[in-house]
C-alpha cells in the first residue's frame, strides 16, 4: 500500500486553497495548513506569520509537498502606496519564508508548488502569450517577477519546483464571477473598456487538478501558464454569461477613462487583456475539463 502524501498548503484559507485542500483529502493526500492562527497540530494547523518572520517548524518535518498560494488580493482595494506594499510583500515574504526554512531546516519536501499569476505578462492585445514571452515592467509585471525570482529558490536548493502562471480563476464561492453577478441581479451586464481585452481564464476544479497532477508526475517542472484553451474578450465573455443566466439584460459599456478614474491604476485588472496559451502544460498530458468557456460557465451557473 502506498503511502499517504502530506501536503502543506499556504494560504489554504483563500478561494484557490479552500477548494484544493477539499480535492486533495478526497485523493487521500494529509492536508496541513500554515496560518496565522496559534499552532493546533491535531487540526493540521501550523501557526506563520511572514510579516514577522514567524513559522512553526515542525510542519515540515511531515509535508512532502509545499503549495505556497499565499498573496494579498489585487482587486482587495485600489493601489495606494500602502496596499502596493501590502500586495509585494505578501508574496515575497511568505516565498522567502518558506524557502529560508526548507533550505535550514531538516524536512523531506520533494516538491513545492509556487503561485504566480499571468498579470506578468501585462496587457499584450491580440498576440499570443506563453512561457518564453517577454513580460511587462508594470506593477503587476514587476510584482509576478520578483514572486517567481523568490520561488527559484526553491529549485536551487535542488527540490523539484512549479510556478503556475494562474489567470483569472473562475469559481461559483467568489472572484471575477461573484463581482460580474452582482449587477446581473439587476439586470445590467457590464462591458469594460472596449471590451476587446482577453480574459485568460481557468475553472477553479481545473486548476486544483493541475496541482494534483504536479504532485502525481515527476517530469512536471519549471514555469506553466495556468489557464484554459478557450481565452474570451470581456464582450464575449459577458455574452455568454447572459446567454446562460438566460433573459434579458441592458448592456453598459463603462468606457476606460472612466474605470481610471474609479479606480486608478487598478482599473488594469479590467481594461487590459493578456491572451496566454495553455500548450505547454496539455504537452504533458493534461486534459482539462472545462476547456472552453461555455461548458465552464454552465457548470457554475448554467
Request: charged letters at 20%; proline letters at 4%.
Amino acid at each position: 500500500m502506498t503511502q499517504t502524501k502530506t501536503i502543506l498548503v499556504a494560504g489554504g484559507s483563500g478561494l484557490v486553497g479552500r477548494r484544493l485542500s477539499q480535492l486533495l483529502e478526497s485523493r487521500h493526500f494529509k492536508v496541513i495548513r500554515l496560518s496565522r492562527a496559534p499552532s493546533n497540530p491535531t487540526k493540521g494547523v501550523f501557526h506563520w506569520d511572514p510579516s514577522k518572520g514567524e513559522i512553526d517548524m515542525s510542519a515540515f518535518s511531515e509535508a512532502d509537498v509545499v503549495i505556497n498560494l499565499a498573496g494579498e488580493s489585487i482587486a482587495g482595494g485600489l493601489w495606494t502606496p500602502w496596499r502596493r506594499r501590502k500586495i509585494i510583500n505578501s508574496r515575497i515574504q511568505s516565498t522567502a519564508l518558506l524557502a529560508k526554512t526548507i533550505r535550514e531546516q531538516p524536512n523531506k519536501v520533494a516538491l513545492v508548488i509556487n503561485a504566480s499569476a499571468t498579470g506578468i505578462y501585462g496587457d499584450t492585445g491580440d498576440m499570443i502569450m506563453n512561457e518564453d514571452s517577454p513580460v511587462a515592467t508594470d506593477f503587476l509585471g514587476t510584482t509576478c517577477q520578483r514572486w517567481e525570482k523568490e520561488a527559484n529558490a526553491f529549485s536551487d536548493a535542488g527540490i523539484r519546483t512549479v510556478i503556475y502562471r494562474i489567470g483569472i480563476v473562475l469559481s461559483e464561492e467568489g472572484g471575477m464571477l461573484a463581482e460580474i453577478r452582482k449587477p446581473m441581479l439587476f439586470r445590467v451586464l457590464t462591458v469594460f473598456g472596449s471590451g476587446n481585452q482577453y480574459q485568460s481564464w481557468i475553472h477553479i476544479d481545473d486548476l486544483c487538478r493541475l496541482m494534483v497532477r504536479a504532485i502525481n508526475h515527476d517530469e512536471i517542472r519549471g514555469v506553466y501558464n495556468a489557464v484554459a484553451p478557450g481565452p474570451l474578450t470581456n464582450r464575449n465573455m459577458m455574452k455568454l454569461i447572459g446567454h446562460i443566466v438566460g433573459g434579458f439584460f441592458l448592456r453598459v459599456r463603462i468606457p476606460s477613462f472612466v474605470m481610471r478614474m474609479m479606480m486608478g491604476e487598478m482599473s488594469k485588472i479590467v481594461v487590459s487583456g493578456t491572451r496566454v496559451s495553455s500548450k505547454k502544460i496539455e504537452s504533458t498530458g493534461f486534459k482539462f475539463t472545462y476547456p472552453q468557456a461555455d461548458s465552464a460557465l454552465r457548470n457554475l451557473i448554467g
